[in-house]
């Protein structure tokens, strides 16, 4: 099925804004679920916004990465986990067009909506054996949405092929049925997103059916000779965490609304005065939407110059790739930071299970808890960037 539909970003947003209070409504389902309710899947799928930044010639309908981001930003006011969840689905829609032509066309080739997750948390190095690699046994965490999975694309770590050489780190594309999933998605943020474990033993991966982490990392990935849209040529670091940091936008604009909802309605404890007519609260609002707002706006930056580079036939510097970097993780920062000054000026009724403010504080927290999205390491490493030093974890 095609989302010829979804032919702008007006056309897309229109369809989040109506999903909006319908996962607001099923927020503490998906909590007890502890995954996405199959009715909000299916909300999803029908819309088409899955499909957002699949290829054309998929069917998908290949919008720009800043329309996902704000199409993102409308369903994380709704319920954090099923934001989170899209984004992390529609990710793997942009991924897979990163991979050689038979792996887009195994999973794709009878349904191009069918959904693949990914982890790169885990399993033991591999092992190269003719025409692919074995996976002995290993276990991957944290992969959001894995029970509506049919295939999952897990990292495996090849040691150098000589002396000298540095680590060959690929995505392995392994199909349902060949891997288990465990049932361990117990948490107190992103309840509802069931990132749970996965488990995969004897299973070889053929060549076609991998992409190297470092083609990605420079945005020559297979897939971007068959998918020849700006979109497939980004860098990894450039763009893929937009898909991460997306849904903490939307929290804190779903937090902001709950509070301000709160506050008109609120009176003081002890003076029985209306709160909103304080200064403070005008502050905290006035604070706390700046924020959410220069966090959006750098976000977008981001992707739009890091896609207007490619289009134009050059290469993303590592000058910008280590600002994008840095900024996807402040960004979250600032949601983070505006979600904890909303909160802490909320009162005691935002601590019950039933207030929506206490959700948001939650989730807004676990999006910012990703590895790429770590404040320190993405701040300091821009530094040392400038400062001309090697960096201390994975290049850009």
């Known amino acids: 099925m095609a989302v010829a539909d979804l032919t702008s970003r007006e056309a897309a947003l229109a369809k989040a804004r109506e999903l909006v209070p319908v996962l607001k409504e099923r927020a503490s389902r998906a909590e007890e679920l502890r995954r996405l309710p199959?009715?909000?899947?299916?909300?999803?799928?029908?819309?088409?916004?899955?499909?957002?930044?699949?290829?054309?010639r998929w069917g998908g309908a290949e919008l720009p990465l800043s329309v996902h981001l704000d199409v993102t930003a409308e369903l994380g006011r709704g319920c954090g986990s099923s934001a989170w969840t899209y984004s992390i689905f529609a990710s793997h829609f942009w991924q897979l067009a990163l991979f050689p032509e038979p792996a887009q066309e195994a999973v794709w080739g009878r349904?191009?909506?069918?959904?693949?997750?990914?982890?790169?948390?885990?399993?033991?190095?591999?092992?190269?054996?003719?025409?692919?690699?074995?996976?002995?046994?290993?276990?991957?965490?944290?992969?959001?949405?894995?029970?509506?999975?049919?295939?999952?694309?897990?990292?495996?770590?090849?040691?150098?092929?000589?002396?000298?050489?540095?680590?060959?780190?690929?995505?392995?594309?392994?199909?349902?049925?060949?891997?288990?999933?465990?049932?361990?998605?117990?948490?107190?943020?992103?309840?509802?997103?069931?990132?749970?474990?996965?488990?995969?033993?004897?299973?070889?991966?053929?060549?076609?059916?991998?992409?190297?982490?470092?083609?990605?990392?420079?945005?020559?990935?297979?897939?971007?000779?068959?998918?020849?849209?700006?979109?497939?040529?980004?860098?990894?670091?450039?763009?893929?965490?937009?898909?991460?940091?997306?849904?903490?936008?939307?929290?804190?604009?779903?937090?902001?609304?709950?509070?301000?909802?709160?506050?008109?309605?609120?009176?003081?404890?002890?003076?029985?005065?209306?709160?909103?007519?304080?200064?403070?609260?005008?502050l905290r609002l006035g604070e706390a939407a700046a924020m959410i707002d220069a966090g959006q706006a750098l976000l977008r930056r981001n992707v739009e110059e890091a896609t207007a580079i490619v289009a134009g036939g050059d290469e993303v510097s590592r000058d910008l790739r280590a600002r994008n970097r840095r900024d996807y993780a402040f960004a979250t920062r600032l949601c983070v930071d505006a979600v904890e000054l909303l909160f802490l000026s909320s009162g005691g009724g935002s601590l019950y299970a039933s207030s929506d403010l206490q959700r948001f504080w939650r989730d807004v927290h676990g999006v910012a808890q990703h590895a790429a999205l770590n404040y320190d390491a993405a701040v300091s490493g821009f530094g040392r960037h400038v400062l001309g030093l090697p960096p201390e974890g994975p290049d850009f």
């Open 111 to 282: 349904d191009p909506s069918t959904l693949i997750c990914t982890s790169v948390v885990g399993g033991p190095p591999p092992k190269r054996v003719e025409g692919g690699i074995y996976i002995e046994d290993g276990r991957w965490t944290f992969l959001s949405g894995v029970d509506y999975a049919q295939w999952v694309a897990v990292n495996g770590v090849l040691p150098p092929e000589h002396e000298g050489g540095h680590p060959d780190a690929r995505f392995l594309l392994v199909r349902r049925g060949d891997f288990e999933i465990i049932d361990d998605w117990h948490t107190t943020a992103l309840r509802g997103t069931g990132s749970k474990t996965v488990r995969i033993r004897d299973v070889f991966v053929p060549d076609a059916m991998q992409v190297s982490f470092d083609a990605m990392r420079e945005g020559r990935a297979p897939g971007a000779r068959l998918n020849p849209g700006p979109n497939y040529r980004l860098p990894l670091i450039a763009a893929w965490p937009i898909f991460l940091a997306a849904p903490a936008i939307g929290i804190a604009r779903g937090a902001l609304e709950a509070w301000t909802e709160k506050t008109r309605h609120r009176v003081h404890a002890y003076s029985r005065q209306p709160v909103r007519e304080h200064a403070l609260f005008h």
């Open 38 to 56: 199959e009715e909000t899947l299916s909300d999803f799928v029908q819309s088409g916004l899955l499909r957002l930044v699949q290829p054309r």
